[in-house]
């Protein structure tokens, strides 16, 4: 018998292949579609049921049959056509992620969603590319729809909006924050010179976390109103030097020594007694000087106590071994004009020279040598001027007089009265007339009378 599926006969016969066969595939029946039964059918669209192969004529069983007009529609059935009540629409509602009345009014992308919604005739009737959008530049999260947050150094927020770019960021870096330097927290903060510490960004307010802090001042300093660098450092008494701001570790530059301060035939002062560094000042005398103010001065023929000085000063000299520190040397021996222990001035002209005490002191007169120069004795002060100064800018007559030509230049000195004794620095000694080719001196001092 022909298989189910198949119709025909298989009869006996006598030649190759001894059967003669006439079964053949059936073909799908009404209401449905496909190859053939055995190969497979299907229901026609609108129809419900199944098509399966048998072994008995038609070969086939069928149940399809067309479907009722469904709920909310009137017509004889499916196949022959259904019309929505009065009432119902068919209209395709707008899909998830966007929002509208319906499809063929149009759809739009929800907040936070960038794409289209469009009509199309196959289920599910519309196409939709409405997708997230992702989270802006300068923001973290998964999109903006689940929400983004700015990034660490950032400030602002990021809100989903219906156009495009479907956001709105306010995120933006953070200026660096005080006693830093820099574009912004997220390009690099440094602390400031005089500050030690870092900037780094952080996701909560204030975007910035900073440590940096006034470095105090270094040893032997201190600061007013605070003890701190960028405040200003200044040594402390007894000690010299200059403390600046600085942006590498320790965050200053300079430092503060210790004052030395010089004192000539004595102890020269110490600690916060020295308050400037290299100043003259005495504390204690040798055996033989008295301290004088800051200074130790030594007795001259016995009778006084002069003062340490130097020249600060002077005007023209005969030539460089007649200069005017050679009346700081009161050991002449005569001899002067070889031995190169006296000051003489140019052939014909007057001249000058200024002391310069150790500090302002007191001055009751004046010793002095005049010259002779020996041997060739053609020179010698006659005429002299004697001012006294504490800045040596504003000058007040101690004395003025006369010497004797060639008279004494050696032995005990002439002493010539301060008349003004107080708050003496600077002396200057002036000749106003000489004997024959010019004038000069072998020594010259300023004074206090002994106790």
């Not at 579609?33 to 069983?61: D, E, I, K, L």
């Amino acid at each position: 018998s022909c298989n189910a599926g198949y119709s025909g006969a298989v009869a006996a016969i006598t030649t190759s292949p001894f059967y003669s066969s006439t079964c053949s595939a059936v073909t799908c029946p009404g209401n449905s579609r496909g190859a053939s039964v055995v190969a497979g059918c299907s229901c026609n669209a609108g129809y419900s049921g199944a098509v399966s192969a048998v072994t008995s004529s038609p070969f086939y069983t069928s149940t399809c049959s067309n479907v009722a007009c469904p709920a909310n529609s009137a017509g004889a059935n499916v196949p022959l056509g259904c019309s929505c009540n009065a009432g119902y629409s068919s209209i395709v509602a707008c899909p998830a992620n966007s929002v509208g009345a319906n499809v063929p009014t149009g759809c739009s992308c929800t907040t936070g969603y960038s794409g289209s919604v469009s009509a199309i005739t196959t289920s599910p009737f519309y196409s939709s590319t409405c997708f997230a959008v992702a989270c802006p530049v300068n923001s973290r999260g998964s999109s903006v729809v689940a929400g983004c947050s700015c990034n660490a150094g950032y400030s602002g927020a990021v809100a989903a909006i219906t156009t495009s770019p479907f956001y709105s960021s306010t995120c933006f870096a953070v200026a660096c924050p005080g006693n830093s330097r820099g574009a912004s927290v997220v390009a690099g903060c440094s602390c400031n010179a005089g500050y030690s510490g870092a900037v780094s960004a952080v996701t909560r307010s204030p975007f910035y976390t900073s440590t940096c802090s006034a470095v105090a001042c270094p040893s032997n300093s201190a600061g007013n109103p605070v003890n701190e660098v960028p405040a200003g450092c200044r040594c402390n008494t007894g000690f010299h030097g200059t403390i600046t701001t600085a942006t590498s570790n320790p965050y200053y530059s300079g430092r503060c020594t210790q004052n030395a301060c010089t004192c000539s035939n004595g102890q020269a002062a110490t600690g916060t007694a020295c308050t400037s560094n290299g100043l003259a000042k005495c504390t204690a005398c040798n055996s033989g000087y008295t301290l004088s103010g800051v200074s130790c001065t030594a007795s001259v023929s016995g009778l006084a106590m002069c003062h340490s000085a130097t020249i600060a000063d002077h005007g023209q000299e005969y030539d460089s071994r007649f200069k005017a520190e050679n009346v700081l040397d009161s050991t002449w021996q005569g001899g002067s004009h070889n031995n190169g222990q006296t000051w003489l001035t140019p052939n014909g002209q007057n001249s000058w020279f200024t002391l310069k005490l150790a500090s302002a002191t007191t001055v009751t007169h004046f010793e002095l040598l005049n010259t002779c120069n020996t041997p060739y004795n053609d020179r010698s002060t006659t005429g002299y001027k004697i001012q006294v100064s504490s800045d040596n800018s504003n000058w007040q007559t101690g004395a003025t007089g006369s010497l004797v030509k060639c008279q004494n230049i050696q032995g005990s000195p002439v002493k010539i009265t301060n008349a003004h004794a107080s708050n003496v620095r600077y002396v200057k000694f002036t000749t106003t007339s000489y004997f024959s080719a010019g004038g000069g001196l072998n020594y010259f001092a300023a004074c206090i009378t002994g106790t």
